[in-house]
Every structure is written in C-alpha cells, then in structure tokens.
C-alpha cells in the first residue's frame, strides 16, 4: 500500500495535468473529497474526467478501507474556503468570513469584513478588516481555522 503523502502528491500531479490545482484532498468517513481549482473555473467535465483518473490511480494503489469508499470532485464554489498564502493573495479585497483563535483570550472568534491581503512586513499575516469594529485585524495564518468568501448578491 503506498503512502497518504505519495498518495496526495500523485494527486496533485494528477490534477496539474488537467491545468489544474488540488486545493483540498480530505477523507472523512467513507468519503474521499477532492477539490480542484482551475484558472478558468471548474467544469463538471472537468471534475468527471479527474474523478475517473483518479479512481483509477486510487485502485492502483489499492488506497482507501476494504469495504470501499465514495470519491467526490468537486470546485471550490462561489463561497470557496481560502486554502493557503496564494489565495490570501489572489482574493485580497473581497469579503470574508473567518473564524481564528484570539491570541489574547485564545478563544474562537468569528468576524466578517474585508481580506486587505497579507502584511508586506510578514506575508505570514493576514489583514482583515473588521466590519463590526471598523478595526484592521492581523491574524496569523496559523492561528485561522478557517476562512469563506463571502458571496456577494
């Protein structure tokens, strides 16, 4: 059996053949998650062709528990979560919903507002404007547990 970390960057090759990124690979239950991000949007051919390939990659590697799992690609959708450095970059100045841990009270927090980009002093820091307080949060990377795009109707 090959190794999750051989496993996942096989799918990442997998998916860069396709001109594509792997934001997302998770397993949770019988379900294996797949999320691709494409430049030009993620079609459902798209996700159906790097499904059938990467069941077939998957099979090979005899991957996954004996009584089977589902494999799911899918995009990052209008309310994509922001996955890394390069996306607190590509989405500055769009809204946000992010949920951290307050280094003071090291307590969970949940603030809407407006993602100013990364700090040019550390780009480990995030900067987030605040829409309750009107405050400019900077939030460490690690201390985000998760971050959405908010969608703008």
């Known amino acids: 059996m090959t190794s999750l970390t051989d496993v996942h960057r096989r799918l990442e090759r997998l998916a860069a053949s396709h001109a594509c990124e792997l934001l997302e690979a998770s397993f949770r239950g019988d379900r294996l998650r797949l999320v691709i991000d494409h430049r030009e949007g993620v079609t459902h051919d ?5 499904s059938r390939e990467a069941s077939v990659l998957l099979d090979a590697d005899d991957f996954g528990p004996a009584s089977g799992y589902v494999l799911e690609v899918s995009s990052p959708g209008l309310d994509r979560e922001l996955y890394g450095v390069r996306d607190y970059e590509r989405f500055s100045g769009s809204r946000v919903r992010v949920t951290y841990t307050d280094a003071g009270t090291t307590h969970r927090r949940t603030v809407r507002g407006q ?4 700090s040019s002093a550390d780009p480990g820091i995030a900067l ?4 309750d307080s009107g405050d400019t949060l900077r939030l460490t990377i690690e201390s985000i547990h998760k971050a959405r795009l908010l969608v703008e109707l």
């Open 115 to 118: 993602l100013l980009g990364l």
């Open 46 to 50: 798209l996700c159906a062709n790097v």
């Open 128 to 131: 987030i404007l605040e829409d």
